[in-house]
T-cell receptor, first 115, second 112 residues
């Protein structure tokens, strides 16, 4: 089984709809991240969380919100989706307790299309 | 703001060639640099992580080097194989911040 899972894997929605992307991990890592990937732009950080009570904005947090429901779960919400939020979304984890604690591990991604 | 650039954007080579992928970054105050592989429809797989105090890391046919002062890293792939075909991304982590900045990747095609 995959260590970092994302649901759904693909989603098509309409402008104005609220949508939630979910991420779960079985690695026992304390840190979790959400990125979006657009063609030619690489990955950009949306939000990150150091633990359940610590949430931080990343480079492009406008239009997004997150919830860290448990150490193993980190969800990303689009309150009112717009077409320029069409992208590939990745969840990642890392563990501050490891010597290579800043090494990140990624989920398979969610492809979101906003019409 | 940190900017990470990868050149070339795409590369096609015949099987068996040794090749080098480049990554440059604008702010040398980095904590580490990580190389990833991305396959279509899949997530990112970590290949190598180099701490800022290190000069290189090796894993199998892969060797990554880091020259922090010049803002450059290279990923060397020896004896390339068709299975190496993928997009390769580099990411830098800034000092004291748990923020990672990614390049846009190099799409590698290894022809049989």
């Amino acid at each position: 089984d995959a260590d970092v899972t994302q649901t759904p894997r693909n989603r098509i929605t309409k402008t104005g709809k609220r949508i939630m992307l979910e991420c779960s991990q079985t690695k026992g890592h304390d840190r979790m991240y959400w990125y979006r990937q657009d063609p030619g732009l690489g990955l950009r950080l949306i939000y990150y969380s150091f633990d359940v009570k610590d949430i931080n904005k990343g480079e492009i947090s406008d239009g997004y919100s997150v919830s860290r429901q448990a150490q193993a779960k980190f969800s990303l919400s689009l309150e009112s989706a717009i077409p320029n939020q069409t992208a590939l979304y990745f969840c990642a984890t890392s563990d501050s307790r490891l010597s290579s604690y800043n090494e990140q591990f990624f989920g398979p991604g969610t492809r979101l299309t906003v019409l | 703001k940190q900017e990470v650039t990868q050149i070339p954007a795409a590369l096609s080579v015949p099987e068996g060639e040794n090749l080098v992928l480049n990554c440059s970054f604008t702010d040398s105050a980095i904590y580490n640099l990580q190389w990833f592989r991305q396959d279509p429809g899949k997530g990112l797989t970590s290949l190598l992580l180099i701490q800022s105090s290190q000069r290189e890391q090796t894993s199998g046919r892969l060797n990554a080097s880091l020259d922090k002062s010049s803002g450059r890293s290279t990923l060397y792939i020896a004896a390339s194989q068709p299975g190496d075909s993928a997009t390769y991304l580099c990411a830098v982590r800034e000092d004291n911040f748990n923020k990672f900045y990614f390049g846009s990747g190099t799409k590698l095609n290894v022809k049989p």
